[in-house]
């Protein structure tokens, strides 16, 4: 082998050390990472498994509010499912976020046909009332089958005109009271508000929640166990010191939802969970307002 090619192997043997150090020194405070559902979810399953839990009533049709979005992979499968008219998914995050948008281009291109109108999704046949000449995205391919199950094609909608994605700190903002929503979902996010703004955050979450639901609404919730806090800890030297100030403990969540913050009923849909990778086995529980 020459210098000039041994120089130049040890430089690219540098330069991809100093990247292997970079992508191992990324710490992600708030559960923000950058390819969450590569390892969640895994190559083998056709869908994430908490989809086969959630019903279609509380989906259907409603204003939902997903907290802690990510990258916005089961909020548009929520979507798409379950036909939303309406979901927003936050996150701190504004990378997840622009993320969840790419993503969400990414699926509309994938399943659109061409631009031959549809006839009349829900909204859509509102739109028409409106004499707005909006013309409906046509879906195909796998999932369009699987959707097209569930809502026949009359029922296709515009899928820009249903999902939206918006960064937003849930426990630090101010919601004006006006806007409410039928359902919110909260999935694998409580440890990571809980570690990073300790006990007063999670109930700021908790009771933001309940404040912006409808009457009758459902909140939907999977919290991580206490002992997986303890891996997460240390991301940080917040969610070091709020560690071991922590009262309230997951196991405790249900009570102080119903005690404290005022639903009214609790499910529990964790048992018909099936095919969850280790590690990501959680509870699912389901509250009405
Ligand atoms: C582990 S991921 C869960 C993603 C998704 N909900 C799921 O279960 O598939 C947690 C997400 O919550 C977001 N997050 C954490 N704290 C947040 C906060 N205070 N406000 C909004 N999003 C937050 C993180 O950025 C991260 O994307």
Redesign the pocket.
């Known amino acids: 082998m020459s210098k000039w090619r041994e120089g130049r192997d040890s430089m690219g043997d540098d330069e991809s050390q100093k990247q292997k150090n970079k992508k191992r020194k990324q710490v992600f405070p ?4 950058k390819s ?2 590569g390892y ?1 979810i895994g190559q083998d399953l056709d869908e994430d498994p908490r989809l086969k839990v959630l019903r279609k009533e509380w989906f259907e049709d409603k204003e939902c509010l ?5 990258n916005g992979i ?1 909020t548009i499968q929520i979507a798409q499912k379950f036909g939303c008219r309406s979901i927003l998914g ?4 504004s990378d ?1 976020v622009k993320d969840a948008y790419w993503n969400l281009k990414k699926n509309v291109r994938l399943k659109t046909t061409g631009n031959k109108p549809v006839k009349a999704p829900k909204l859509q046949d509102k739109e028409q009332a409106d004499d707005s000449g909006n013309s409906v995205t046509t879906l195909s391919n796998v999932d369009t089958k699987e959707i097209s199950q569930e809502h026949p094609s009359s029922e296709l909608v515009d899928l820009f005109k249903v999902v939206s994605f918006k960064q ?4 630090q903002s101010w919601h004006p009271p006006g806007k409410q929503f039928d359902t919110i979902l909260c ?3 409580t440890k ?2 809980h570690l ?1 703004w300790g006990d007063d955050g999670l109930i700021t979450l908790f009771a933001e929640i309940w404040k912006l639901l409808r009457p009758g609404g459902i909140f939907v919730l ?1 919290p991580q166990p206490w002992k997986s806090y303890e891996s997460n800890r240390n991301v940080s030297e917040t969610t070091a010191a709020n560690y071991h100030n922590i009262l309230i403990r997951p196991a405790e969540f249900q009570e102080i939802l119903l005690d404290k913050i005022g639903f009214r009923t609790v499910e529990d849909i964790t048992s018909g969970l099936t095919g969850s990778k280790t590690g990501f086995n959680r509870p699912i529980l389901v509250f009405r307002k």
């Open positions: 708030y559960g923000n990472y969450y559902y969640r997903d907290i802690g979005c990510n089961i936050i996150d701190i995050d997840r937003e700190n849930f426990v999935l694998s996010v990571w508000i990073n999977e």
